[in-house]
């Protein structure tokens, strides 16, 4: 199952072998049975640094500029990027992820606007009206990296079906979206508090069948193991969303 964790996923492909150094990045992960009151745990939270300064195009903006990466001259012309610079490099990345293939029984697409993310939310969870959740900061002054207590019992969120979305790199912002038919997630909201009193509300994933996983899937240079062999849980960073069909 493919993941992209907003601005861990460059982190995430470049710890892609089973013995490089992991970086603090990856602290997102933890297993089921971390999820108690009074859990102390260090954790990486981090959005798109360009987050804040973009947003999602109307349906009608989106639909009038291609989204093609056979079209990548004309939009590096369109955005006044080289084809050289790394702004080009990382369109044309997230062009051609958005462009594979699902696979496995994964539903996958890449959002360019509000529009469209909704409808697919709606297709794939079968509801009018999805609930989406995301991880919150509560404080102005963020320290991206630091040790959390679980201040309460994490309440987990009813949710027979999921769908999550993460940002891509683009001039504008574009969700990749994907769910797995027939997989069970376990969601939970989480209250934690940091060491300088920062609090989050955060939002945690558990996959409770990993045996499709790549071997070599960073969780598992985390947290260790193999696929199948236990759930996997991480928290959702703040740029990210989770559709549930809950209501």
Known sequence: MLYCFSSAQKIIEENGGAHRELDPALNVFFRVNDLYLGKKMMIYFAGNDNFAHTRLLSRDEADSIHFSSSKLPYLLD??????????????????????LKSKGGEIKFCATSLESMLDM?????????????????????HTLFQRYTFMEKPMEIYAPKMMACHTMAYPYLVYYCHGQKGHFNRVFKIALRGENGERVEGVGICHMDTSTWDPDHVAFQVLGGQPGSSPVCHFLPVDNLVWLSST
Request: charged share 25%.
């Open 78 to 99: 369109f955005f006044k990027f080289s084809k050289e610079s790394p702004q080009a490099k990382a369109m044309e990345t997230t062009l051609k992820q958005c462009e």
């Open 121 to 141: 939310a709606r297709g794939v969870l079968g509801v009018v009206k999805p609930k989406v959740l995301t991880t919150k900061i509560l404080n102005s002054n």
